[in-house]
Antibody, heavy 120, light 107 residues
Framework: QVQLQESGPGLVKPSETLSLTCTVSGGSISTYYWSWIRQPPGKGLEWIGYIHYSGITRHNPSLKSRVTISVDTSNNQFSLKLSSVTAADTAVYYC??????????????WGQGTLVTVSS | DIQMTQSPSSLSASVGDRVTITCRASQSISRNLNWYQQKPGKAPKLLIYATSSLQSGVPSRFSGSGSGTDFTLTLSSLQPEDFATYYCQQTYRTPCSFGQGTKLEIK
């Protein structure tokens, strides 16, 4: 059974860059489209973007050009960088994998989520 | 972007009740609609994909229907573990987008 685990700082200062890593165990990262999703405290879900091991990426245009998603196949990890953060970026950040190799958004495997707070 | 609107935003019901949650898309999304369940402090769980296909391991008391712009999630007989927040999600167009959620509470 594949498992995902987010890691990274829980506190980021305004205007700085949020950096998170998702480590995948129990399966290879060299298939599937791997996503980041976030959820501000007490609010709904927002898809951030996905990456395929081949390097194909898509991200939510609402985040403009602040998002960078990369993959490290040698360590079975993928990462998120979100630049120029503000308090509005405070959220629980999840990494997730869909149910099939050709599916994008039907996420059946999730990390536990990590709360990132943007504050000085 | 496609906007998803759920109703109601919150709902009180009793164990054994039949409950329906509605999701409306701002444009036609064919049948590209998923439903997730989320409990406090936990990641969402995929219940139904492609409008009416039950994800493996999900009890048959959950069902989904609809097409185009209007969709429903029905819980035929509420169990104690069903009290949670439910989200619809359109996967017709990138970016995928979610409804605001429906919180199902115990009456």
């Amino acid at each position: 059974q594949v498992q995902l685990q987010e890691s990274g700082p829980g506190l980021v200062k305004p205007s700085e860059t949020l950096s998170l890593t998702c480590t995948v165990s129990g399966g290879s990262i060299s298939t599937y489209y791997w996503s980041w999703i976030r959820q501000p405290p007490g609010k709904g879900l927002e898809w951030i973007g996905y990456i395929h091991y081949s390097g194909i990426t898509r991200h939510n245009p609402s985040l403009k050009s602040r998002v960078t998603i990369s993959v490290d196949t040698s360590n079975n990890q993928f990462s998120l960088k979100l630049s120029s953060v503000t308090a509005a970026d405070t959220a629980v950040y999840y990494c997730a994998r869909p149910d099939g190799e050709l599916r994008y958004f039907d996420w059946t495997n999730w990390g536990q989520g990590t709360l990132v707070t943007v504050s000085s | 972007d496609i906007q998803m609107t759920q109703s109601p935003s919150s709902l009180s019901a009793s164990v054994g009740d039949r409950v329906t949650i509605t999701c409306r898309a701002s444009q036609s999304i064919s049948r590209n609609l998923n439903w997730y369940q989320q409990k406090p402090g936990k990641a969402p769980k995929l219940l139904i994909y492609a409008t009416s296909s039950l994800q493996s391991g999900v009890p048959s008391r959950f069902s989904g229907s609809g097409s185009g712009t209007d969709f429903t999630l029905t819980l035929s007989s509420l169990q104690p573990e069903d009290f949670a927040t439910y989200y619809c999600q359109q996967t017709y167009r990138t970016p995928c987008s979610f409804g605001q959620g429906t919180k199902l509470e115990i009456k």
